[in-house]
């Protein structure tokens, strides 16, 4: 196989997510650096959280594809109407964040990665987790961004207090 059949194979096609990461890499792509120089911030803390900022934080020009994930509050959970949330952190969640979002860089090796976390109250649409990750192409900034979220929700020590249209609350993720 050429190098040229390479590259469109590992840049064209479905994004196979939960693929081995080498697989999505492109031949010749320029080295972006060791892990913890591609983490451009991984936080959490009580302040908005944007888009905006995260995808600013990854931007490279050996970089041509910036996917960005924006987790925001939504007005309903289980057919309930939800009114407001709050999110709390153990006191280790930061570190912990930091630690997923360093995994992920070391495992995607050709992707630039800035995540936050909000903590607090929050109204319906305000982001509580929002993500960016660049590649120099999609599928490998696709894939890590998929996992970046997952591992985030896995791993991270962030509970939930849901209040609901009928009164009632409850706590997700104890």
Do not use: N
């Not at 010749?28 to 009580?46: C, F, K, M, N, T």
């Not at 109407?81 to 280790?92: E, F, I, K, N, R």
């Not at 912990?96 to 936050?116: C, F, G, Q, S």
């Not at 109204?123 to 979220?149: M, Q, T, W, Y």
């Amino acid at each position: 196989m050429s190098e040229h059949d390479s590259r469109l194979q590992a840049s064209q096609g479905p994004t196979p997510f939960a693929a081995d990461p080498q697989s999505l890499r492109v031949p010749g792509d320029p080295d972006l650096g060791a892990a913890a120089q591609r983490v451009r911030h991984a936080s959490i803390g009580e302040g908005p959280v944007s888009v905006a900022e995260m995808a600013s934080a990854v931007g490279d020009a050996r970089c041509g594809a910036v996917v960005t994930f924006d987790g925001v509050v939504r007005d309903h959970d289980g057919g309930r109407g939800v009114l407001t949330l709050d999110y709390s952190a153990h006191p280790l969640a930061p570190q912990a964040i930091a630690e997923v979002a360093a995994d992920v860089a070391e495992r995607y090796t050709d992707v630039l990665v800035a995540l936050a976390h909000r903590v607090g109250p929050l109204r319906i649409g305000d982001s509580a987790l929002v993500c960016a990750v660049s590649a120099p192409h999609r599928k490998l900034a696709f894939a890590a961004c998929d996992e970046l979220v997952d591992e985030v929700k896995r791993r991270v020590p962030i509970w939930k207090h849901q209040r609901f249209a009928g009164g009632d609350s409850e706590w997700v993720g104890l």
